[in-house]
């Protein structure tokens, strides 16, 4: 597989729910395979139905949607599972599956794909001790912290070692010590090739990560940056890297 | 094409819950109990209605009106034909004794005129016209009559009733589909969540369709084992606790070997058409979503 210079192309985007009013409009952008981006807005600008769309869980309603490459706007649904095997997500509310194990939550993405199980222990082991679970392999969700479910969710995100990783407040519930943990580890994925978007309101984040863009969203479209961010985006229409 | 059947440990924990949990099983044990008994009832009566049938195929009786003196001619004259298996007048007293239970003290006095009656068998395939013809040659006004004309309303009934008790048993594999159906839907709508996960990361409809085809396999086999073990104890009871229970008052088997096969696959076909009827409820509710 060659090296992408675009891995997402958004062509006059539009996404409405139902019969109700338009939650993005025209949305027009490129990001570059490898690149490091922000997602950022107020609330209800739109950003978790960006990313729903990014991570194929939504069709747009209007307009053109490129991923890996590939136009995806109306790919049968059956087309789509290979793509999101090369996505990660991590939830704004985790989404753990309740009465599975810490361990299993975090295999899951290995054995859908059908790796080996001998794989899957010795990756899962190894990315729950990097995020410090390691003696809470066996532990199910609801007996974990907001903290510790956070981290499962994330390791389940990177464990497949994704090309794209979408983070939705990745940081909402831990506290800074594991904030700062969760920034390097994505920072580590996106110097492996991995090209990270991450919805947040968190400012420091964002300051904290040199070299990452933004895209700003407000009342569902795509707005110039405001404030004085240490790495101001690229223009608006075209975050490239 | 049977791989679903086999199942990880890690797959094995992605629904929760075991066996024999939950109505799904049990509705099942008891739609499979109502089938295998209707079903036993459906093909006794089957094979009942054969025996009798069988039976009587070749009988026939000679009735001579008035005709205690004619009746000795008539009966020569059916030992003389070719074909005639058996001949047997039936005596009066016999006669007598059956009007009594229709009619009464009044139906075993003399006074009431009776006709002469002979039972016939005749061999397979020889011509009951045939021997009518003679029979008619030798007492003019004698009547030939088949018992299986005699017999056929009530032939008619047993079949009728027969298909009846195939109908219910189709009606209650229906029902048990639509129950499956209604299951899935539940299982769905419960582990919506784990669905979503397993989409998100990439799972296609196929992975998450057989995990509930196996659980509701699994239900299924559980659950129709168990209504079909009941039902095979209470038609054991009904027939006397015998370990053989062939005998019946038509003096033929009502449950063959075969009969009792086909009892004992109705589980496994059971579970394949909930195996079927779930996968395919799943597919289509899953295509709901992207």
Redesign the interface.
């Given at each position: 597989m060659g090296k992408l210079a675009t891995i997402v192309e958004f062509d006059r985007v539009g996404l409405r729910y139902g019969t109700g009013a338009e939650v993005l409009r025209d949305l027009d952008f490129r990001l570059a395979a490898g690149g490091f981006y922000f997602l950022t807005g107020p609330s209800g600008a739109g950003k978790t139905s960006l990313l729903k769309l990014l991570?194929?869980?939504?069709?747009p309603t209007r307009g053109r949607i490129q991923l890996f490459g590939d136009e995806l706007t109306d790919a049968p649904?059956?087309a789509?599972?290979?793509?999101?095997?090369r996505i990660g997500?991590v939830f704004q509310d985790f989404?753990?599956?309740?009465?599975?194990s810490a361990f299993?939550n975090v295999?899951?993405?290995l054995?859908?794909?059908g790796k080996p199980?001998a794989e899957v222990e010795s990756s899962v082991r190894e990315m729950l001790a990097w995020v410090g679970l390691a003696d809470r392999a066996s532990a199910r969700p609801p007996t974990l912290s907001g903290g510790e479910q956070q981290r499962v969710a994330i390791a389940?995100a990177v464990i497949?070692r994704p090309e794209l990783l979408v983070a939705d407040e990745p940081t909402g519930n831990v506290d800074a010590e594991m904030a700062k943990r969760i920034l390097h580890l994505l920072t580590a994925l996106n110097r492996l090739g991995t090209t990270i978007i991450v919805a947040t309101h968190d400012i420091s984040l964002i300051t904290a990560t040199p070299g990452a863009q933004m895209i700003r969203l407000d009342n569902g479209a795509m707005v110039d940056p405001t404030g004085s961010l240490k790495n101001p985006p690229a223009q608006m229409g075209r975050a490239d890297a | 094409m049977l791989d679903w059947v086999r199942a990880?440990p890690?797959?094995r924990?992605?629904l929760?819950g075991g066996r024999m949990q939950g109505p799904t099983p049990w509705v099942i044990a008891i739609m499979m109990f109502v089938m295998v008994v209707i079903a036993a009832a459906g093909l006794s009566l089957a094979n009942a209605a054969g025996v009798v049938s069988r039976g009587v195929e070749n009988r026939y009786s000679v009735q001579v009106a008035n005709g205690a003196a004619r009746a000795p001619a008539a009966e020569a004259a059916l030992r003389n034909a070719p074909g005639v298996a058996a001949v047997r007048p039936v005596p009066e007293t016999e006669m007598r004794k059956t009007l009594e239970r229709w009619l009464g003290p009044e139906g075993a006095k003399a006074d009431l005129p009776l006709p002469a009656l002979i039972d016939v068998d005749l061999k397979p395939g020889v011509s009951p016209q045939a021997i009518a013809t003679k029979v008619e040659a030798a007492v003019p006004g004698a009547r030939f009559v088949a018992h299986s004309a005699t017999l056929k309303p009530m032939l008619r009934a047993i079949h009728s009733l027969t298909w009846v008790a195939f109908a219910i048993v189709l009606m209650i594999a229906l029902a048990t589909a639509a129950a499956v159906v209604l299951a899935a839907r539940s299982a769905l709508a419960a582990n919506r969540?784990?669905i979503?996960?397993?989409?998100?990361?990439?799972?296609?409809?196929d992975?998450v369709a057989r995990l509930f085809q196996r659980r509701i396999a699994i239900d299924s086999l559980n659950g129709g084992a168990a209504g079909a073990l009941a039902a095979g104890v209470v038609l054991l009871v009904i027939a006397g606790g015998r370990a053989a229970w062939v005998e019946d008052v038509a003096g033929g088997p009502l449950l063959t070997f075969l009969d009792l096969v086909a009892l004992a696959l109705l589980p496994l076909l059971g579970t394949l058409l909930a195996t079927l009827v779930a996968r395919i409820a799943v597919l289509r509710a899953l295509?709901e979503a992207?």
């Open positions: 991570y194929l869980a939504q069709r649904r059956e789509l599972p290979p793509y999101r095997r997500i989404r753990l599956i309740r009465h599975l299993d295999a899951l993405p054995r859908i794909a199980e389940r497949a | 990880t890690a797959e924990r992605l929760p969540p784990t979503e996960v397993m989409h998100g990361v990439g799972a296609t409809d992975q295509r992207l």
